[in-house]
């Protein structure tokens, strides 16, 4: 096991139309994609894409659309760690103008305790915040063992500041911040004050603010894709997550920046791409974005 990712599965729906329709009115999306969803998860394929395959403790069902997950998983080599519920869960997505609107349908019942694993090897974990109970028993391990723990705070839950206690790189979105009534700066003095090594707030098309290991505050623009060439921004945060744990495990020598700057590029892939998994880059993709974009700044979605 070199990494752990800890969340929850969908199955995402996502489809492009002008409207929803309401009473009796009818409507014909003009494309769709069935992907996985979830932020750890999406975060997990997408590590699983880039050359490691992670494991992942994430919530199953034993109906179709259960076991249709599992099948994506072993397509990616992703070893799965089932926590089961009655009901697979899913997400209805709709992208426009570079916004998504969502619904979701949800089963986080969980039946049994979560697994108890053996973490031998593993130099990295990414959470998300759910499994509530999972994620704190696991962050506490992994701190105590010296391996690096992250968070993608994309909402706040229940355990947040707990959590945040045991976190090392904590990325967070732009929606927590209004949830806890700062604005990025105090977040990020707020991250600081949980012992975060690094944190960072993600705010769209205006790119990324975070702090590096001194506590020197950075910002990081967004990349400059052409709003005609972008398609569908879920999961492009959490493609961000995904490839800044990759870029760590396979040099973590190597600078936050670095790391983020590599991030960057395989999200500013995603959101030009209908759905999660046509959305996940290789290394060969995320060069190629690299060489258009990397020295532009500025308007789309792209962290």
């Not at 990295?124 to 499994?131: F, R």
């Not at 993608?152 to 979105?173: K, P, S, W």
């Not at 997550?241 to 396979?250: E, F, I, N, P, Q």
């Not at 600078?255 to 996940?280: P, V």
Request: charged fraction near 20%.
């Amino acid at each position: 096991m070199q990494a752990l990712f800890i969340g929850h599965t969908y199955i995402d729906l996502t489809f492009l139309t002008d409207r929803i329709p309401t009473g009796d009115d009818k409507d014909v999306a003009s494309a769709y994609a069935v992907s996985f969803g979830g932020n750890a998860v999406t975060a997990a394929f997408c590590c699983g894409k880039l050359g490691i395959a992670p494991d992942l403790l994430t919530t199953a069902a034993d109906d179709w659309l259960g076991r249709m997950f599992l099948d994506m998983a072993a397509r990616y080599g992703i070893s799965i760690h089932a926590r089961k519920v009655r009901t697979s869960s899913l997400s209805f997505i709709m992208p426009k103008d570079g916004k998504r609107a969502i619904v979701r349908c949800r089963d986080d019942d969980y039946l049994h305790p979560f697994p108890i694993l053996h973490l031998p090897g593993c130099r990295a974990l990414h959470l998300d915040g759910h499994q509530s109970d999972a994620a704190i028993h696991y962050a506490k391990l992994c701190r105590e063992a010296g391996v690096l723990t992250s968070l993608d705070g994309g909402g706040l839950r229940t355990n947040t500041h707990e959590l945040l206690a045991f976190i090392d790189v904590a990325i967070v979105a732009e929606r927590l911040c209004q949830q806890m009534g700062h604005d990025p700066a105090q977040m990020l003095d707020y991250l600081k004050g949980r012992g975060c090594r690094i944190g960072g707030v993600t705010l769209g098309e205006r790119g990324m603010i975070w702090y590096d290991d001194t506590g020197a505050v950075r910002t990081l623009p967004a990349l400059t894709v052409p709003s005609e060439r972008v398609l569908d921004t879920s999961g492009a945060g959490d493609v961000f997550h995904g490839a800044y744990v990759y870029s760590y495990l396979t040099n973590p020598a190597k600078s936050w920046e670095e790391h983020f700057h590599f991030a960057r590029a395989a999200s500013a892939f995603k959101i030009q791409h209908l759905g999660n998994e046509a959305g996940l880059p290789t290394l060969a993709e995320i060069t190629a974005v690299e060489r258009e974009f990397e020295f532009q700044s500025g308007s789309a979605a792209a962290v």
